[in-house]
């Protein structure tokens, strides 16, 4: 294993601690696009230990946003990682029983190659000439991670959002590799409404005169508006409207009256503004364009079952855990329903659960009792039936 | 009635035929804000004839993008009317029974005092420096059209989206004047997810380094990019994921594959894009901020009853016919049934159908046998008890 120092996409510094690998050394990977990807870094954290003969390893896929700190301290930002609520000592993805890796997607910006990156032919940040990839890109490069790792199966593939398609990927890609898989939250395809959303995203960033036609990075810029009117835009996709009106509604922020002007008079508008502004600091905004495209893409069915889910997963003897939230308007319950239509079609072992909450998609990174009894429930019983104590 | 030619807001000339008036002559319209608007003008047109004892008019008010060119052809796009299945001869808003009346709202860029418009003070558009106005402001200049018009009283007044918010607005502000009150697919107040929407758009626009802090006009620049972007996100809310699947899907744009890059390879992104592009040549930027500052700033419980939506309408003898369509996300069907809950919490004389249909909140412009049945149903029957033949 390699510790890579001075990668040039991270966000603040460009020496933060984390594990780090390179890949595709010797062999490079072959991305969907065509394009070979050789000797390149990938971040990642591990978390609890592997075990002897090395059955406990859980790998956790992060989405669009998310990092490779999914537990303990995020070392950027001295806050808890993004997933705490899961993973831990006697937490559902159990520190104590499990090994779990998380690692920054491909085209990330926390440490993996990514379009921050430098592209070592020109010196130059890569920009909008790094390729453009895919989920099954993403998976390819964890399946490397693993083999680096010494690890041949995961006990379990786990994610919510983009991480579920990642671990629906993993189910239909390699099959042999996985005992279990529980994707959160998530969809089999992107929706023409998914796909619309990142689309006005991606305009805004690539309307920003900052963002240079992708060359931000050289020129010593930063599309922040753009940047922050995507985020701003995705954002509502995540809460449900019954969790803005609860936690915002038309409360004013710090005024007893509304100022007649275009300031931020609602609350709704000031949280909506904080999170643009300070989303321009931890994210990459090429990275923004090439992960959101990767969903874009995500097909199961086209890629693995000619057009049908159920092909996608035929004679799997994965055990699925697939879990909903009832005011997920982002990723639909019914998303989630055919997935498990998917997966009933190919007669595997699944179980779905669609949580009862108003919290909207967010709900998969929230405290929420069912949804934490389900997952940890699903564990202990296909840890049993793993073997593991 | 005067008519005000070289008026400075029209998006294409400054020279289109339409029926303008200018209002506040004498004693000016004081706004919600405070300013006082003296000699302003008002764009409008007219369909049918008023009868003799003025008993027949019908307001039209229109939504957020629309203009006073809601039946016959629009002189500046040569294309039918935005509501033209709606109104003309023999349809529910009969032009043989009825003098229809639509005016460009207060705030607009079709003809109608705006931000647009030649501030006197200066001789420049007024830009930012225009107040901001409210829906109420909105139906003030519309009360001063009518009496201009000399019309006492509406037989209705009837809008979708924005427009109903106009037509409640009516109804609670002067419900001497109205006879009958129509809200299509509107909200008695904006949500946190509607504030959310629209400041996106906001954001989006002020972004644009060619906003010039909205003084595009005087340096002969568009905020293009900002705009389409704006007009993008909210186009996305006019649609039920549904429709989005059904006329888009996950189809290709005149391609046999994803080109692993950041063109339209969907549909629904082309078609996105051309929203977008298409509405910066026929609207004005600074109006888009000002006329959906309006609608955040809508709450008619608050403004009429004290924060009780059922005292706004404390006694009023209005027939109303409360539509929603049963897709549509912008405004819910429940905004829907807490304008029904409102009124039947004052014993007002109520009808309420809550339209199904897959089309989202579009619905209201489109061809929807049901919506045409209720609407053309009420009207007929509120004409009888009019004593119009």
């Known amino acids: 294993m390699t510790t890579e120092k001075n990668i040039s996409n991270l966000p603040q510094s460009d020496d933060f601690p984390t594990e780090r690998v390179i890949l595709g050394k010797g062999a490079p990977m072959r991305l969907d696009c065509g394009v070979d990807l050789a000797d390149f870094p990938m971040a990642y954290q591990t978390y609890g230990t592997l075990n002897a003969d090395k059955s406990n390893a859980i790998l956790v896929t992060h989405a669009l946003t998310g990092d490779q700190f999914a537990a303990g301290i995020n070392p950027l930002t001295g806050k808890p990682g993004w997933w705490t609520t899961m993973i831990g000592p006697g937490k559902p993805i159990d520190t104590e029983k499990y090994f779990i890796i998380c690692s920054n997607v491909l085209g990330g910006c926390m440490g993996t190659i990514g379009p921050a990156s430098i592209n070592p032919e020109t010196g130059k940040p890569w920009g909008l000439d790094f390729p453009v990839i895919t989920i099954s890109d993403m ?110 509604g038309r409360r004013l922020q710090d005024r007893e009256a509304v100022t007649f002007g275009f300031e931020a008079d609602f609350q709704i508008e000031s949280y909506l503004r904080h999170q643009g502004s300070s989303f321009v600091e931890r994210f990459d905004a090429n990275s923004y364009l090439y992960v959101t495209r990767a969903m874009d893409y995500f097909d199961l069915a086209a890629t693995h079952g000619n057009g049908v889910l159920a092909a996608a997963f035929r004679d799997t003897e994965i055990r699925f855990c697939v879990i909903s939230f009832s005011s997920d308007w982002h990723y639909l319950p019914e998303d989630s329903r055919v997935i498990v239509r998917g997966l009933t079609g190919a007669a595997a072992n699944v179980s779905y659960v669609d949580v009862v909450t108003d919290k909207g998609h967010d709900a998969f990174l929230l405290k929420e009792p069912e949804f934490t009894n389900v997952l940890g429930g699903f564990l202990d019983g296909a840890a049993r039936r793993r073997g593991l104590a």
Chains 1, 2 share one sequence.
């Open 139 to 248: 998976v390819r490069a964890q399946v490397l991670l693993l083999d680096e790792l010494g690890i041949e199966t995961l006990f379990s593939v786990i994610g919510g959002s983009m991480g579920g398609m990642q671990a629906l990927e993993w189910a239909a890609a390699y099959p042999d590799r996985v005992f279990s898989c529980v994707p959160i939250a998530t969809s089999a395809y992107h929706s023409a409404q998914n796909i619309a959303f990142y689309e006005v995203g991606r305009q805004a960033i690539m309307a920003d005169p900052d963002w240079c036609s992708g060359r931000y990075l050289e020129e010593g810029k930063k599309p922040r508006a753009g940047v922050a009117v995507a985020r701003m835009a995705a954002h509502i996709t995540y809460m449900s409207e019954t969790a803005l009106t609860q936690k915002f």
